[in-house]
């Protein structure tokens, strides 16, 4: 999950055949806009599972995992302040993510773990600090503009590098 976000952030052409950016456009997150993704990015999140399913047959524990990724991923998009000094070293927080959902690019590519830091931490990006505002814009794109990310990305927006 971190290299297919961290890919989603690095190389523009995978942001837009993702629809990533539809996820990012949101100028304020809350715990019900982690699974508001655009429906092609639901393929692209559901690859580390299937290849886990695929080559250690492991069932029942990939549906267990991905619940919990389901509750963590709405905390770390809720607006509530769960950090903690101990927390924050394993866990992904609120605080971090809505770092990575910062409308300044250099910001947004950073804490690309939504469940665990671990992987920002060992491959150098994470940064401990906040943002002031979310988005990709000074505006936040229409629901008809967030389809239409993947082929039309509105004009004022910016998530990776072209
Ligand atoms: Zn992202």
């Given at each position: 999950m971190y290299w297919i976000h961290r890919a989603e952030h690095r190389w523009?052409?995978?942001?837009?055949?993702?629809?990533?950016?539809?996820?990012?456009?949101?100028?304020?997150?809350?715990?019900?806009?982690f699974g508001l993704n655009h429906p092609l990015e639901l393929f692209f999140l559901a690859i580390p599972a299937a290849l886990m399913e695929v080559i250690f047959g492991v069932g029942l524990a990939a549906v267990g995992a991905s619940i919990l990724l389901v509750i963590q991923a709405s905390i770390v998009h809720s607006n509530l302040n769960m950090s903690s000094k101990w927390v924050d070293w394993v866990f992904t927080t609120n605080r971090h993510h809505i770092r990575h959902h910062s409308v300044v690019l250099e910001e947004s590519n950073t804490n690309y773990g939504c469940g665990t830091l671990i992987w920002d931490r060992v491959f150098g990006t994470f940064i401990d600090s906040s943002t002031r505002e979310c988005g990709v814009g000074p505006t936040e794109p229409t629901l008809v503009q967030k389809l239409f990310m993947p082929v039309r990305e509105p004009s004022d927006t910016t998530v990776a590098p072209s």
């Amino acid at each position: 999950m971190y290299w297919i976000h961290r890919a989603e952030h690095r190389w523009y052409f995978v942001l837009r055949v993702s629809g990533h950016g539809a996820h990012h456009s949101f100028k304020k997150l809350n715990a019900l806009n982690f699974g508001l993704n655009h429906p092609l990015e639901l393929f692209f999140l559901a690859i580390p599972a299937a290849l886990m399913e695929v080559i250690f047959g492991v069932g029942l524990a990939a549906v267990g995992a991905s619940i919990l990724l389901v509750i963590q991923a709405s905390i770390v998009h809720s607006n509530l302040n769960m950090s903690s000094k101990w927390v924050d070293w394993v866990f992904t927080t609120n605080r971090h993510h809505i770092r990575h959902h910062s409308v300044v690019l250099e910001e947004s590519n950073t804490n690309y773990g939504c469940g665990t830091l671990i992987w920002d931490r060992v491959f150098g990006t994470f940064i401990d600090s906040s943002t002031r505002e979310c988005g990709v814009g000074p505006t936040e794109p229409t629901l008809v503009q967030k389809l239409f990310m993947p082929v039309r990305e509105p004009s004022d927006t910016t998530v990776a590098p072209s």
